[in-house]
């Protein structure tokens, strides 16, 4: 294994042929068979083979992340679901995806009114926290506007 270790990796910038005669040159130095040459060498290519030529996007994770994207919070849903909706699609798009990216994402679909409050939250539990705040006071000024024209109406 340590013997691998001196091989040279194939960067793709070098010329191959130089590059194949270089590692049989090693290998011979190394006491490898032909056989184990072949081997290696048909390993340090593929690595610098997948490296730069890296397999497409998915067209599955193409349809999360436009799901992602055209993701808008309704007018009445609750910021609990929504961002419970937002998470389960950014992890289906990478489940490696950064709390900062799923934050971009929960931004972005935020209604606007809520949009301006959203803007400094640096975690995602601070953002349901916060959302649901302003949530509920929206709420709390959306009944009370309610209970005041109800109470002019009998009044007039």
Same mark, same amino acid.
């Given at each position: @294994?340590?013997r691998i270790k001196l091989l040279p990796n194939f960067?793709?910038?070098?010329?191959?042929?130089?590059w194949l005669k270089n590692l049989q040159q090693i290998?011979?130095?190394?006491?490898?068979?032909?056989?184990?040459?072949?081997?290696?060498?048909?390993?340090?290519?593929?690595?610098?083979?997948?490296?730069?030529?890296?397999?497409?996007?998915?067209?599955? @994770?193409?349809?999360?992340?436009?799901? &992602? &994207?055209? /993701?808008?919070?309704?007018?009445?849903?609750?910021?609990?679901?929504?961002?419970?909706?937002?998470?389960?699609?950014? &992890?289906?798009?990478?489940?490696?995806?950064?709390?900062?990216?799923? &934050?971009?994402?929960?931004?972005?679909?935020? /209604?606007?009114?809520? $949009? %301006?409050?959203?803007?400094?939250?640096?975690?995602?539990q601070d953002f349901l926290t916060v959302m649901q /705040? %302003?949530? $509920?006071?929206?709420?709390?000024?959306?009944?009370?506007?309610?209970?005041?024209?109800?109470? $002019?109406? $009998? /009044?007039?």
């Open positions: @294994n340590e960067s793709g910038s070098e010329n191959s042929l130089n290998g011979k130095s190394l006491k490898l068979s032909e056989q184990e040459i072949y081997e290696l060498a048909t390993i340090k290519l593929s690595q610098a083979f997948l490296y730069a030529f890296s397999p497409p996007i998915q067209p599955t @994770n193409i349809d999360y992340l436009a799901k &992602l &994207l055209a /993701r808008k919070q309704g007018e009445t849903e609750p910021v609990g679901k929504f961002v419970q909706d937002i998470n389960r699609l950014c &992890l289906k798009l990478d489940n490696k995806i950064s709390e900062q990216d799923k &934050l971009q994402y929960l931004r972005r679909g935020l /209604r606007p009114q809520l $949009q %301006h409050y959203a803007l400094s939250i640096t975690s995602l /705040r %302003h949530e $509920q006071i929206e709420k709390e000024v959306s009944n009370q506007q309610t209970s005041s024209r109800s109470s $002019q109406q $009998q /009044r007039n």
